[in-house]
């Protein structure tokens, strides 16, 4: 059982049914499983027996029990060694380098989940051979097809993870206190790390951390387990969102109020809590907010260019122009346009003074209240074009879901 085990592709365990094993090599099984040498993977446990998902949630007395009632028309159930069984085992060269490959081999799971510093994704990032996508719960990159046919690729950077999820750990935060920090981790399959190259998986060891008072998100980890999301978070909300008030604008005035309603693929949660990391995703986000509102949509509903003194408007003036004299008293649309105005005014900071970076535990608070502002600006300014008697039929794409903070 070791050596199939060892020299199967993804660490497969051996596939016992009862039409094809003795009562004998039944019995057996069942000594190794009370041993705590085999572990047993059912249906029960796993849709695909054919790997080892997690360290058992049955215990022995469960699994051996399913080996000795295993009737000739079931499918089976497959064996693996535990990591008792596989301690002071000789393994093969090849998993001398590759620490997640060789905690593998030693017994570890294929869905099992190692956590590790938010910087470790900087380099796939900042990497143009690869292509990097982040969404509220999770990130995938991989190397592109130009980069590995290029003439000075090496083969010890062809890698992709794409099942990457968010992880928290909350020992510290406290809602009244807003300094209290969230720490933000990755989370990543033992099955799907020990595919990277050897030289890639050492780089991802030397970031891993402890997996004390750290949880996976729940919506990425079930979405892993193959369930549908039951939410949605804050950067799939703000884009929803501008896309909801484009069809809006449009039905109405016949052109959209933003230029575009897509966002860059690296526009998401902060990679590191630093001032520098967050004058980027400041600038980003404004340039999806006011940057990108539509001139010739602005000029379509006759609000005014100038004031009367013949000054330039700028462009959150003339959205909350339009608004005061489209029936928003003139309080509500301040209020309503603050956290844009918020975003707006923190760009110009890098821009016009040296700064600084400094890590700031708190910037992923920071943000996550930031996201949350700007999204109720856009969720009040649609409510408020959904009201208009050419938008009565339109329904929200997103109604029903649960908004998530982080």
Partial sequence: MKRR??????????HIRRDRASDEQIEAAVELVEAGLVQVVGQDDYMNIHIRPWPSRRTPVKQMEELRELSREDYGVALYPMPKAMKGVKLP????NAPFARAMARGRSTLEVAFFSMDVLEGYRNDARFR??????GINFWLTDEAHDAEDHSDKDSVSLVHLGFA??????????PESPIVRRVAAFYGDLKDLTPEHQQRWASYQVSDDG???HPVWFASQMG???DGVGPFERLTQELKNINRLFENVWGVP???TDEALDDFGWLLRADQREWDHFIHSLDKLLSDNINCSARDKVGVAKKNAAGQQLGTLVRLELFMTTNHV?????KWALAPLSEVRTARQKPAHSLRTNVTDGTFVRKQMRLMHDVDEVLINIRQWLASHPRNRDWTDPLSGLKDYPI
């Fill in 132 to 137: 990097f996508g982040m969404s509220d719960f």
């Fill in 214 to 216: 750290v949880a996976p």
């Fill in 5 to 14: 085990y060892l020299k199967s592709r993804d660490f497969n365990g051996l």
């Fill in 168 to 177: 928290y750990d909350m020992r510290k935060h406290d809602p009244d206190d």
């Fill in 227 to 229: 369930k549908w999301p």
């Fill in 257 to 259: 109020l933003f230029m």
């Fill in 329 to 333: 008293d003139t309080e509500k649309a």
């Fill in 93 to 96: 060269k090849r998993y001398e």
